[in-house]
C-alpha cells in the first residue's frame, strides 16, 4: 500500500503540478502588489481613471469596468510566463537530460540472426 504512494507521489506530473501550484499560490501576492502599484495606475492615466481602477463605460445605468478585467487579465499573464519559465522549461530541461542517460544499450544479434547472417555471406561469395 505504501509502496503504490509512493509510485504516484513519485510520478513527474504530481510533482510538477505540486511544485505548480505552490509556486503559483506565492507568486499570486508578488503580481498583485505589481498590479496595484504599476499596471492599475498606467490604466488609469491612459484611459482618463477615476474612483474606480481604470476605464469604464456606462450603459442603461450599469457600470462596465474593462480596467480590472484589464489588470486581470495581465495577472494571469504575468503568473503563467513566470511559471512556464522558471518552471516548466527547467524541469522540461531535466526530463530531457534523465532520458539521454536511460537511452537502453543496443541488442547484440541473437545466435540465429548471426548464422543466417553468415549464411547470406557465404551464399554471396559462392562462385556461380
Do not use: H
Amino acid at each position: 500500500m505504501l509502496s503504490g504512494f509512493q509510485k504516484f507521489i513519485l510520478r513527474g506530473n504530481v510533482v510538477d503540478l505540486a511544485v505548480g501550484v505552490v509556486i503559483g499560490a506565492a507568486f499570486t501576492g508578488v503580481v498583485t502588489a505589481f498590479s496595484g502599484s504599476f499596471i492599475n495606475p498606467l490604466i488609469k492615466a491612459i484611459t482618463g481613471g477615476g474612483p474606480r481602477v481604470g476605464g469604464t463605460f456606462e450603459l442603461n445605468e450599469a457600470v462596465f469596468d474593462y480596467g480590472a478585467f484589464i489588470t486581470a487579465l495581465l495577472n494571469l499573464l504575468i503568473v503563467a510566463a513566470v511559471l512556464y519559465f522558471l518552471v516548466v522549461t527547467p524541469l522540461n530541461r531535466l526530463a530531457e537530460r534523465f532520458k539521454r542517460q536511460d537511452k537502453p544499450a543496443l541488442a547484440e544479434p541473437s545466435n540465429e540472426e548471426k548464422l543466417l547472417a553468415e549464411i547470406r555471406d557465404a551464399l554471396k561469395n559462392r562462385p556461380l
